[in-house]
């Protein structure tokens, strides 16, 4: 089964912010921004939208092997 790198990852990562109009975030605390998170207990990688200087809100997950 091909898994994801984490090439893969940030390469999706960018064009799914692209594609949203967002912007990648520049620090923990940049609100409105979108940052990639690797979160081994998930197996994987998520997409997470900053909404306030102490949390992150978890808009998507992305699994660590690819789908067939």
Same mark, same amino acid.
């Given at each position: 089964?091909?898994?994801y790198?984490?090439?893969? #990852?940030e390469?999706?990562?960018?064009?799914?912010?692209?594609? =949203?109009?967002?912007?990648v #975030?520049?620090?923990?605390?940049?609100?409105?921004?979108y940052?990639?998170d690797y #979160?081994?207990?998930?197996g994987?990688?998520?997409?997470?939208? =900053? =909404?306030?200087?102490?949390a992150?809100?978890? =808009?998507h997950s992305a699994? #660590?092997q690819?789908?067939?």
């Open positions: 089964m091909d898994r790198s984490r090439k893969d #990852a390469m999706a990562f960018d064009r799914l912010v692209k594609a =949203i109009g967002g912007r #975030a520049t620090s923990y605390n940049d609100v409105g921004a940052r990639l #979160a081994g207990c998930y994987g990688f998520n997409v997470e939208r =900053i =909404i306030n200087e102490q992150e809100l978890p =808009i699994t #660590a690819k789908r067939p």
